[in-house]
Structure formats: C-alpha cells, structure tokens
C-alpha cells in the first residue's frame, strides 16, 4: 500500500516527506534503496507541518500500530553511548535525507532515543502516537517508511 507524492507542501524547493509506502518488515537501508528506486530519499521532517502531515497521513496508510522509518540516524559521535548532555534528545540525531535541518519537527516519545542494547541508531515514527523512537536500523517490527523528493513531479 501506497500513497502517492503529493505536489505540494510548506518547502517546494526542498526534499519534504511525500510519499508513505506499506510492505513487510523492511530495514533502512533497504527502505533507502525503495525510496532511491522512486527518485527520492527517505525523508526527514523539517518543521511542524511536515510532522502534522505525517501524523495524520500516516494511519490512513499503515493503520495505528506500526512503525515508519524516517530519514534519521545518530550521529557518529553519539553511536553506542547513551544519553548524556552530548548525546541527548536534541543532539544525538541529524536528518539523513541531505535536506532536512534543525529539530522544529522534533517530537520525540517520552524517555526516547533511549538507545536500548546500544545500537538504536535509526529513528522511526509510531503511528498511532505520531512520536519517535530510536530503533535498530535493521529492526523487523518496522514495515513502513516515508520517501521525500523535491516538488518537480
Ligand atoms: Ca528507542
């Protein structure tokens, strides 16, 4: 199941999510070469709105219980530690998508990234919550993911 790329959107020159896709249990990296197949990349969430959009497409697709891979990953600096002033919340990620900056569309679950076992080093969406997690990048409860591509379609 599918969505299609919508055209329109808060960043039109900018890779922004657009496009949420259903299969079986997927890992990032084979979620990156869907999107890749598609022109585009799994995408991050730039700001407010891009979370509300997700927060409210992402059921319609997926249903309330799964997981949505997002264009996330922790940060070199950050891999196997757990949270500490360096490597909390607000600076243990950076957006993967080679567009998405900052962290307006933040909006991590309570007590996350907790980096469990050390190797959560991929962020995910919960659908039904609309917050993020912090899961392993291989992990076979996530079966979603979301891909972005600049507006020219
Ligand atoms: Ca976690």
């Known amino acids: 199941m599918r969505t299609n790329f919508k055209a329109d959107g808060p960043r039109p020159s900018a890779v922004r999510p657009s496009a949420i896709f259903k299969g079986t249990a997927i890992t990032l990296p084979n979620a990156e070469a869907k999107c890749k197949a598609e022109g585009a990349v799994v995408a991050g969430l730039q700001n407010k709105d891009e979370a509300q959009w997700m927060g409210s497409t992402v059921p ?40 998405t900056v900052g962290i307006s569309g933040y909006r991590w679950a309570p007590g996350e990234p907790n980096n469990m076992l050390g190797n959560q080093d991929c962020g995910v969406l919960h659908s039904k919550s609309e917050y993020m997690d912090d899961m392993a990048c291989g992990a076979d409860v996530v079966d979603s993911y979301v891909c972005g591509k600049v507006a020219s379609f």
């Open 60 to 99: 319609t697709v997926i249903g309330e219980h799964g997981y949505v891979w997002l264009g996330l990953k922790r940060t070199s600096l950050c891999k196997g530690k757990v949270l500490y002033s360096k490597c909390g919340p607000l600076n243990s990620f950076a957006w993967s998508d080679g567009s």
